[in-house]
């Protein structure tokens, strides 16, 4: 997906003037965006990964601007999307994502809805083909296999892994149990992202369901998943293993030594549910395997 095309469709949301002046800015931070932030009452800002400024030439989001992208990312049906609002995003058309804060309506001790919209962040989807080759080759070369890829929060971990199913899918049967809709995007049934021909996607399922759903019903060679937290996840994990199923997941975690002091990953490793981890790097590195260990080395 080319940016300038990723930025052109998160805009249509945007009424003039906004619209307007985001398509003035400056080409060069146009390229570097990454997200655009709406808070009530506050200035515009841009993050281009490194640093959030202030949008020049616009005043403070008003309440009535926030309505009207709200009526726009919900298709001018906000009910039909009070499920996607209490869980704190949509996914758009293009595999881009809003979230989104505000006043939590309760019910029963969980989020039903959220009412009060107070900001917004239009995270814009860069898919980037061909970052996970040096990984693939490396991990992949002789068969299906089970990888952890690790890394601090914005070390690409998302995207290397995106587009490892793009490639394993391509040769293998992969199913993705997408939660959050990270990895393929999907946009009323139709994945944005390109996640490869063989690849199925069980798109919204608790991640643990959806491991098990895929194993019951899909019959894949590979399961993959985005940032496995707790002993539910890796429980699922273990018991895909288990049915001999290979598996491709990412975690939190700034080194290979912290990913074994967890618990819920320590059991995993004991387990041999993973035969290799990755551990991306930070900075000029970021989205690069810094360094590669198989199990047995750990």
């Known amino acids: 997906m080319q940016h300038s095309d990723s930025l052109s469709q998160v805009l249509q949301y945007f009424p003039e003037p906004l619209r307007g002046r985001l398509e003035a800015v400056d080409p060069m931070k146009r390229h570097r965006l990454r997200e655009i932030r709406l808070r009530a009452g506050r200035p515009i800002r841009l993050y281009d990964g490194a640093a959030e400024e ?3 030439g616009f005043g403070n989001a008003a309440a009535p601007l ?7 990312v919900c298709e001018d049906s906000i009910h039909s999307y009070a499920r996607e609002l209490a869980e704190g ?9 809003v979230g989104f804060c505000g006043t939590a309506v309760l019910r029963g001790g969980t989020v039903e809805t959220v009412k009060y919209l107070s900001g917004f962040n239009f995270r814009l989807a860069r898919q980037i083909c061909g970052c996970a080759d040096a990984l693939y080759h490396a991990v992949f070369s002789d068969g299906p296999a089970s990888l952890l890829i690790i890394g601090v929060p914005g070390s690409g971990k998302t995207t290397v892994l995106r587009d490892l199913c793009r490639q394993l899918g391509n040769r293998f049967r992969v199913s993705v149990s997408d939660e959050r809709g990270e990895l393929a995007a999907v946009y009323h049934g139709t994945p944005q992202n390109d996640i490869g021909l063989m690849t199925d996607v069980l798109d919204g399922y608790p991640k643990g369901e959806g491991l098990i759903t895929a194993i019951r019903t899909l019959s894949p060679q590979i399961l993959v998943c985005d940032e496995i937290s707790g002993q539910a996840d890796a429980a699922a994990l273990l018991c895909a293993v288990r049915s001999g199923v290979s598996v491709v997941a990412s975690a939190h975690a700034a080194s290979i030594g912290e990913v074994y002091a967890r618990p819920d990953l320590r059991a995993l490793f004991e387990s041999e549910v993973f035969s290799s981890i990755a551990l991306l790097g930070t900075g000029d590195k970021v989205g690069s395997v810094v360094c590669l260990e198989r199990s047995a080395a750990i």
């Not at 926030?66 to 726009?72: E, F, N, P, Y």
């Open 89 to 97: 995003f949509i996914t758009l058309r293009g595999g881009h994502r």
């Open 54 to 56: 202030s949008l020049a």
């Open 66 to 72: 926030l309505h009207d992208i709200l009526r726009a």
